[in-house]
């Protein structure tokens, strides 16, 4: 039977209670860091807080942030606060911007991260009629066993295919009446493009929604992947250091996600000076976790820019909303001194009618950067006379000097010349950094 909401009496909570939980947790879990992490004894002794200082949110500025960088000089074992012998599972990051960090987990950490997972399949329509398939990897990455184990606990038929083997993916989505799909966004427009080139129309599928995440994504992406499967496409969020996807997740309204805010507080700050921001400001997300028993983290900052909402939501869900991220703070690209986000060429590319399958090449010749993007073009469309294709160079130069105020070079493609990615896609390839160039 389908449901509205899989936890109903926290999902939509008044905001009072929120708080309420909030300020409880949160000061049990101040004092369970201090008293077993010696990694984190240490930075509060630095800034001088101690867990008696913390009565509730009201007092979360006190305590000092914790960064990428911290955990991995902490890797492996520095932010462990129980013993080995009561965790069940390790993770790692997918190391998008460099060396791996690992989060352990208890099994009661498990159990709270599949409920979140649960509440975005819920969100997104699912229910224990229907057959999920899940092709985010499987493994060391979070992606397949956050959303395997929401599937799971939700009761739905779950079908574990990992990522890659797209023909397969296809068969077993046709022969097993796939009705969920979940993936990273990349892959799904990639399955999209497969079912097209076969000959399958978008209604040949029994799929009515996917849950996309892992990597940035736009709103033009949304709008091409729908068209493609003939379904609603559903973002979701979350980072393997705070347990992995489902950390927020979107619901019908489509406008943004909603934080589990009864396991975590989330806080905007700005990226160059700590301070915290109003609602409504772009920034830096901050998360603390509420409930994790092996790996807790406070004021954890995640590099990843966005704007938090308390606008009341129609789907009746109280939890704040984020908007996507707007990028990494390390994701920016700053490029002859402009700063640039590959979401911000996504854009251009989809609405000048070409697929999200794009690389951005930077280097840096006679201290000047270079800025070159391929791009392929779409089979319909295709053409190998110079003469169109410069013509059609120029035009997309053109829209992305509008959108980011910098030339690009463009290069347009045949199709299926860029590898396709399975997993997070690579976008960006930065060969200023091989002169030490740290951008
Ligand atoms: P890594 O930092 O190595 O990629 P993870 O695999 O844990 O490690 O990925 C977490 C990161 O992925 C997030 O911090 C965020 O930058 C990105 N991410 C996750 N979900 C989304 C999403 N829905 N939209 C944009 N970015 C996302
Ligand atoms: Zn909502």
Redesign the pocket.
């Known amino acids: 039977m389908s449901k509205k909401y899989f936890q109903p009496e926290i999902e939509t909570m008044s905001e009072e209670w929120i708080r309420k939980i909030q300020d409880e947790k949160l000061v049990k879990q101040v004092k369970y860091v201090y008293d077993n992490v010696e990694y984190y004894r240490n930075l509060m002794d630095e800034k001088g807080v101690k867990p008696e200082d913390i009565h509730g949110v009201e007092d979360l500025h006190k305590l000092p942030f914790l960064k990428?960088d911290d955990l991995r000089e902490a890797y492996p074992y520095g932010l462990l606060a129980t013993d080995l012998k009561n965790c069940v599972r390790i993770?790692?990051?997918?190391?998008?911007?460099?060396k791996?960090?690992v989060a352990f987990y208890t099994q009661h950490d498990i159990d709270l991260w599949e409920d979140c997972c649960a509440r975005a399949l819920v969100a997104a329509g699912a229910s224990n009629e229907d057959v999920c398939q899940v092709c985010y990897g499987y493994g060391l990455?979070?992606?397949g066993s956050g959303l395997h184990g929401g599937s799971h606990k939700l009761g739905s038929l779950t079908l574990p295919m990992s990522s890659g083997n797209t023909d397969r993916q296809i068969q077993f989505m046709m022969d097993l009446n796939s009705t969920i799909l979940c993936c990273t966004?990349s892959y799904a427009a990639y399955i999209g493009e497969t079912l097209k080139e076969k000959g399958y129309k978008p209604e040949d599928n029994k799929l009515k929604a996917g849950i996309?995440?892992?990597?940035?994504?736009t709103e033009e992406m949304r709008r091409d992947i729908e068209k493609s499967l003939g379904i609603k496409a559903y973002?979701?969020?979350?980072?393997?250091?705070?347990s992995?996807?489902g950390?927020?997740f979107e619901c019908e309204e489509q406008s943004g996600?909603h934080i589990n805010e009864d396991h975590f507080i989330a806080e905007v700050i700005d990226p160059n000076t700590g301070e915290v921001l109003p609602l409504g400001s772009k920034g830096e997300?901050v998360f603390t976790s509420l409930d994790k028993e092996a790996f807790p983290l406070l004021r954890y900052r995640?590099?990843?820019i966005c704007v938090l909402s308390r606008k009341k939501c129609s789907c009746g869900r109280t939890f704040v909303k984020m908007t996507?991220?707007l990028?990494?703070s390390d994701?920016m690209m700053i490029i002859r001194g402009v700063n640039v986000f590959p979401s911000q060429i996504e854009a251009v590319l989809l609405n000048n009618g070409y697929a999200p399958n794009y690389q951005i090449i930077l280097d840096r010749v006679n201290n000047t950067d270079t800025f070159d993007i391929n791009v392929e073009m779409n089979p319909d469309d295709f053409s190998d006379t110079p003469k169109v294709i410069t013509a059609k160079e120029k035009q997309l130069q053109a829209a992305m000097k509008t959108m980011l105020g910098i030339n690009p070079k463009i290069h347009l493609l045949s199709p299926k010349s860029i590898t396709r990615s399975e997993g997070?896609a690579v976008r960006v390839i930065d060969n200023r950094k091989r002169l030490g160039i740290t951008i």
């Open positions: 990428k993770h790692s990051t997918s190391g998008t911007t460099g791996r960090v990455f979070t992606g966004p996309f995440g892992a990597e940035p994504w973002d979701i969020y979350g980072l393997t250091e705070l992995g996807p950390v927020a996600m997300l995640t590099r990843d996507k991220p990028g990494r994701d997070k």
